[in-house]
């Protein structure tokens, strides 16, 4: 006959090997392929070119066939530096995105949790925001980017934007 403690050591084995398992196959049956969003071309115009210093917020939604991606962008740009950062309706942490010049890098989370590539993000930002012929920047009203050939369309709110020294 065993003993009470050998018999919580075997239960509790148990249990570990269970949840490795169900670990294991919740992970593996997570996508791992490319975003539902393809990387879209566009420019990325230099850090240089964009004037001032500020912080800004953007309320974004991403549309495409059969989702709705809705997430907060907060937008600050500091001497050559740009970074966006996506946050979830949460406030979790979706993606980061630090440009200097021309030249960006990213940190975000997989395919499986983020549809749109955060390039697009960042791409589409410059169109809005930064090209030469974009909006003047006292006119903020909501609007809308499609995308038919990349098959989704982008739509950016302005929250609310301050300079920085």
Known sequence: MRSAYERRVRAMRGWIA???????SACSSLPIGSRAIPDCP?????????????????????TAKDLEFPFELVVQKSGDDLVLIGLSPLGAKLFSVVQIGTEPSVDALPAAVLPIPPLNVLRDL????????????????????????????????????????
């Not at 269970?18 to 294991?24: H, I, Q, T, Y």
């Not at 115009?45 to 004037?51: A, E, M, N, V």
């Not at 030469?132 to 903020?140: F, H, L, T």
């Open 42 to 62: 566009g420019e990325i115009y230099s850090t240089r070119q964009i004037p001032g210093n500020f912080a800004a917020r953007e309320r974004v939604t991403v």
């Open 18 to 24: 269970c949840a490795a398992w169900l670990g294991g």
């Open 126 to 165: 410059h169109r809005l925001r930064f090209a030469p012929q974009s909006k003047a920047a006292s006119d903020r009203e909501p609007v809308v980017i499609d995308h038919a050939e990349c098959g989704y369309s982008i739509r950016f709110e302005m929250l609310g934007e301050e300079p920085l020294p």
